[in-house]
């Protein structure tokens, strides 16, 4: 049997993606772009539904992202062209930014440029054109890559000097405050902060962070459940209205300052429902940085068990897996064995799984997951085998 070596996305790439942006440009504006910008989306290996409460995190950025082609204008005008979006242009002024109910992408534009003007009053408008292949509603940050890629754009076009954790925050910050979603720092802080072939541990009350190598012989192995996403936003700000009534009844800032220990001793006390989703989000900040020292030993043992016990806890204590997912992850699993380790991953109700899998392991665990999962689901998947690439920032 001829050993197998897996066809990676290339790091050419963001080339091919920056080629595009810059023809796309000259088509629509008749001249060349002055830049050209990248920031990619992420996958997170270990810790979700933690960052909100203060928790520990462990993304990497992937070698999906978004491309922003641009030049400056005199005056306050945004025009923008989304390549991949069904109405593709929109123009507004930076003096009279307003929510746009029909086109939700220039959204993520105005939000995002609206915070940043909040620091920095005095940009001028541009002309933008956006393309990018982060696929959308999977739970691979299309978003904050669309948001960290705007900041990027912007701190190039016109000299400032803004560093990754301010332009995360920025990011979030228009996603919290004016598309209407209560989301952590996680997606943000690592698109702008990333380091190629690392995955980072982010402690998110602090915001400071340390990189572990992802070992050479691992793919990031994901798989996209292809579940449309329902219920997503009113979910997910449930989830955290939860986290954050077990914190008002310890008396605390967030979830993050509550023990195991000290859980357990309230159990009577706290309602059963409430009693799982703090239980989740404690037991995960520990696998968290367990993860994150096995990576830096290249345990492959602990991995696999801790993966496993992440996704156990999202399914059953936290509720926010679908049965596509679990399906995913027991047919991956049952291939990989302790050889590598899968959970789903980011906010859940469909999207996508990760896996951690030697690439000897990768066209096995495809072949099997094309068999059996559209068998048991009459679901197609799709595949993206990814490697951790730079933040937009670093
Ligand atoms: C979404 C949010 C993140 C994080 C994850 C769950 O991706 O944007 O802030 O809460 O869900 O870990």
Known sequence: MSKYVPQLVPESENVEQKQLAQQLFE???????????????????????????????????????????????????????????????????????????????TNYVKGTLQALMAKYPDIKGANLVVTGNVPQGAGLSSSASFEIAILKTFSQLYQIDLEGVSAALMGQQAENNFVGCNCGIMDQLISAMGQKNHAMLLDCKDLSFEDAAIPE????????????????????????????????????????????????????????????????????????????????????????????????????????????????????????????????????????????????????VKDVVSSRYEEEFFLKPSFYLCTATQGAFR
């Open 217 to 364: 012989d691992l793919v990031l192995f994901i798989v996209n459940s292809n579940v449309k996403r329902g219920l997503v936003d009113s979910e997910y700000n449930l989830r955290r209205k939860q986290c954050e009534k077990v914190a008002l009844y310890f008396g605390v800032s967030a979830l993050r300052e509550v023990t195991l220990a000290q859980l357990n001793s309230a159990k009577e006390q706290i309602d059963p429902v409430l009693f799982k989703r703090a239980r989740h989000v404690i037991t995960e900040n520990t696998r968290a940085i367990t993860t994150f020292n096995a990576l830096k030993q290249n345990n492959m043992a602990t991995i696999s068990t801790v993966m496993k016990a992440s996704h156990t806890s999202l399914r059953d204590d936290f509720e926010v897996s679908t049965k596509e997912m679990d399906g995913l992850v027991a047919i991956i699993e049952s291939v990989l064995g302790a050889n590598g380790g899968v959970r789903m991953t980011g906010g859940g109700f469909g999207g996508c799984v990760v896996a951690l899998v030697p690439k000897s392991m990768v066209e096995q």
């Open 27 to 105: 088509q629509q504006f008749k001249c060349s772009a002055q830049i050209v910008c990248h920031a990619p989306g992420r996958v997170n290996l270990m810790g979700d539904h933690t960052d909100y409460n203060d928790g520990f995190v462990l993304p990497a950025a992937i070698n999906y992202g978004t491309t922003i082609a641009a030049s400056s204008r005199q005056d306050n005008v945004i025009k923008v062209y989304a390549h991949d979006c069904e109405q593709q242009t929109n123009e507004f002024s930076l003096n009279e930014i307003t929510f746009d109910q029909q086109l939700m992408w």
